[in-house]
């Protein structure tokens, strides 16, 4: 990240969060907190947010294109994607936790502990399961993909079903506390960085699993997106498992 970057992101946090953090504590803050700062970030001007375009709502609308910042599920972007896409550039910013504070409040004393830091590093591997959602819309050249990793504190209610109420337990919130970097796509090749130089090919799920460090189930869905995107060919079988290459025209 750039410094002009990281000022812009510090600015758009002290606007969203403010000295009322401090005063008033988590309460004070809504469930859309890393939502509402990364649209300030994005576009500090105030008038292009929340924009009629097309019988939907733009989060930012520029003028020229949109910018939707989606925290949850992306099914909810298909009506949007089908109206927008015809006429617009659409870029998806979708925030990752790179590292996560957790904390618990206590719904009756509204005490808050915790501050342990999850185990779990965020990679661009996460978003695959959304981006599977809206997968039908990846080819279209007006689409952009942004990943923006985030150290965040996580707020969680102590509401769960366990002993402990933390299992089944609801979130309360995000607070964004640094923007650490952007990963963006914006045309199949983009997705070879996703790819490690050193995995030889061909090559299966589990070769591809092993080599990022995630589960095999969550590989099976980035390959099943890198084969629809034309970025990875099938190059027969090894038993009932694919064997993968990268397409050579990308490389």
């Known amino acids: 990240m750039t410094a002009e970057e990281i000022r812009r992101f510090e600015a758009a946090k002290e606007k969203i969060i403010g000295k009322n953090r401090e005063r008033n504590g988590i309460g004070t803050l809504s469930e859309k907190t890393v939502h509402a700062v990364l649209k300030n970030y994005?576009?500090?001007?105030?008038?292009?947010?929340?924009?009629?375009?097309?019988?939907?709502?733009?989060?930012?609308?520029?003028?020229?294109?949109?910018?939707?910042?989606?925290?949850?599920?992306?099914?909810?972007?298909?009506?949007?994607?089908?109206?927008f896409l015809p006429?617009?550039?659409?870029?998806?910013?979708?925030?990752?936790?790179?590292v996560k504070?957790?904390?618990?409040?206590?719904?009756?004393?509204?005490?808050?502990?915790?501050?342990?830091?999850?185990?779990?590093?965020?990679?661009?591997?996460?978003?695959?399961?959304e981006l599977y959602k809206i997968k039908m819309y990846l080819k279209n050249p007006n689409l952009r993909?942004?990943?923006?990793?985030?150290?965040?504190?996580?707020?969680?209610?102590?509401?769960?079903?366990s002993r402990d109420r933390k299992k089944g337990s609801s979130r309360f919130d995000r607070i964004p506390v640094s923007i650490e970097n952007e990963?963006?796509?914006?045309?199949?090749?983009?997705?070879?960085?996703?790819?490690?130089?050193?995995?030889?090919?061909?090559?299966?799920t589990a070769d591809f699993g092993k080599a990022v460090r995630i589960k095999k189930e969550l590989a099976n869905v980035v390959l099943n997106i890198l084969y629809y995107m034309e970025v990875v060919e099938r190059d027969g079988k090894k038993g009932n498992a694919y064997l993968y290459r990268v397409n050579p025209v990308l490389e």
């Open 145 to 161: 993909i942004r990943l923006v990793f985030l150290n965040m504190e996580e707020y969680k209610l102590l509401n769960g079903w």
């Open 42 to 83: 994005y576009a500090p001007d105030e008038d292009m947010h929340e924009i009629p375009v097309e019988n939907c709502v733009a989060d930012i609308y520029t003028g020229v294109d949109i910018v939707e910042i989606q925290t949850r599920s992306f099914n909810r972007l298909r009506q949007k994607l089908d109206r």
């Open 183 to 204: 990963v963006e796509f914006d045309c199949p090749q983009d997705y070879l960085q996703l790819i490690p130089y050193e995995l030889q090919e061909p090559f299966t």
């Open 87 to 98: 006429l617009y550039p659409v870029t998806i910013v979708y925030p990752v936790p790179l």
């Open 101 to 129: 504070t957790v904390y618990w409040i206590d719904g009756e004393s509204g005490e808050i502990s915790g501050g342990r830091k999850s185990p779990v590093k965020g990679n661009p591997y996460m978003v695959f399961p």
